[in-house]
Structure formats: structure tokens, C-alpha cells
């Protein structure tokens, strides 16, 4: 079936360290896949997407490329700020239109 | 721009009391969806609807009811609380043909 797997939080940071969390996906056809942030006290908004393979999605200084090679789509920052503390949640949609999350990594950056 | 609106923000309830979470968007998107977050569950689809008078059920439905009578509201209704229900509840909608959500701030429930 379909499934995302992301890194297990939570992630500790120093401010302007690189990120990584890994995201890993197993799905039938050719998802859509997405990267949501979840600040505390909110609901989930959209961080960045990718339709289709070798696309990239960017917003607010976060990377994350479809690889469907290594069915991956690692969510990245060259510099993270105390402001990136937040739950990143990676979701993927299938051509059924079933929408299915990640468990959610969080992530802490300390000044 | 209101976008996705839940209410009540946080709600205590006894074991067996009933109530209803309220959900309303504003972006005439025909896709509503309810999840509830648990601590390292992530979201769970509980009901979905793809449109006035259409409803079905998600991941987790036992013990939830859901109507959408119109484009715009789609309320979750728990008929017997019980504490497994103590969770964080989202709505979402998206328009057709997108597959990005747009989600409310969340209801915080406790069922004592």
C-alpha cells in the first residue's frame, strides 16, 4: 500500500546549521508529494510540493527534490533559524486522491 | 481572508456526552476532510466529503458522524465521548482538481 516515512524527531539545531530530515515514500503510480510545517498552536499549511520526478519545491529558503529513483523527497535548509521551529510533516497524494502524512518530525533550533 | 474556521478552539467533555465540532470555509472548495493528530500517529483521516450531500469514511471513523448539507460547512459530531477521542481535530478542504489542503487551526478535545 502506500505509506510515507519520515526521520523520527525530535531535531535539535543550532542556529544557521544545515537540515536535512529524510523523507522516503512508497506508492502505486506517480504521486504528488509535499512538505507541510506545522507551527505550535496551528494547523498544517503548505510548506512546498513537487508533481512529478526530478522537480524541485522551494519556499522560504527549504529545498526538497522528487527523486523517484530512491523514492525520496528530503526536505533541506543551508541555514535554519530559531523562527523554523516548527513539526515538519511530509505527505504525498496518489492519482485516487487519497492524501497520506508522515507521522511528523520535530524540529527545535536553539539561538 | 478567513480561509478554513474551527470552533471551538479547546473543549473538555465528560466520557458519553456528545458534541459537535463546527468547520466552514470560505474558498467554495468542494473537498472537506477531518483528521485527528495524535502524539507520533501523525494525522489520521476520520471522514471526508467530496461535496454537498456526500460523505465517506476515512482511516479512523468508529465514533464519529459527519453531514454536509452545504459547500461550506462540514461539522464532525461525536456521539458518546470516550477518552480514546482526547486528540487534536483538523479540517481541511481543498478545491477540485488541486491536490493541496487548506487547514483550520485545529479543536484541542479532552474527554475526562
Known amino acids: 500500500g502506500n505509506s510515507v516515512t519520515q526521520m523520527e524527531g525530535p531535531v535539535t539545531l543550532s542556529e544557521e546549521a544545515f537540515l536535512t530530515i529524510n523523507c522516503t515514500y512508497t506508492a502505486t503510480g506517480y504521486p504528488s508529494l509535499f512538505w507541510y510545517v506545522q507551527y505550535p498552536g496551528e494547523g498544517l499549511q503548505l510548506l512546498l510540493k513537487a508533481t512529478k520526478a526530478d522537480d524541485k519545491g522551494s519556499n522560504k529558503g527549504f529545498e526538497a527534490t522528487y527523486r523517484k529513483e530512491t523514492t525520496s523527497f528530503h526536505l533541506e535548509k543551508g541555514s535554519v533559524q530559531v523562527s523554523d521551529s516548527a513539526v515538519y510533516f511530509c505527505?504525498?497524494?496518489?492519482?485516487?486522491?487519497?492524501?497520506?502524512f508522515g507521522k511528523g518530525t520535530r524540529l527545535h533550533i536553539l539561538p | 481572508n478567513a480561509g478554513v474556521t474551527q470552533t471551538p478552539k479547546f473543549q473538555v467533555l465528560k466520557t458519553g456526552q456528545s458534541m459537535t465540532l463546527q468547520c466552514a470555509q470560505d474558498m467554495n472548495h468542494e473537498y472537506m476532510s477531518w483528521y485527528r493528530q495524535d502524539p507520533g500517529m501523525g494525522l489520521r483521516l476520520i471522514h471526508y466529503?467530496?461535496?454537498?450531500?456526500?460523505?465517506d469514511q476515512g482511516e479512523v471513523p468508529n465514533g464519529y458522524n459527519v453531514s454536509r448539507s452545504t459547500t461550506e460547512d462540514f461539522p464532525l459530531r461525536l456521539l458518546s465521548a470516550a477518552p480514546s477521542q482526547t486528540s487534536v481535530y483538523f479540517c481541511a478542504s481543498r478545491p477540485p482538481g488541486e491536490r493541496v489542503q487548506y487547514f483550520g487551526a485545529g479543536t484541542r478535545l479532552s474527554v475526562l
Open positions: 505527505a504525498l497524494s496518489t492519482s485516487d486522491d487519497k492524501i497520506i
Open positions: 466529503s467530496v461535496g454537498a450531500g456526500i460523505t
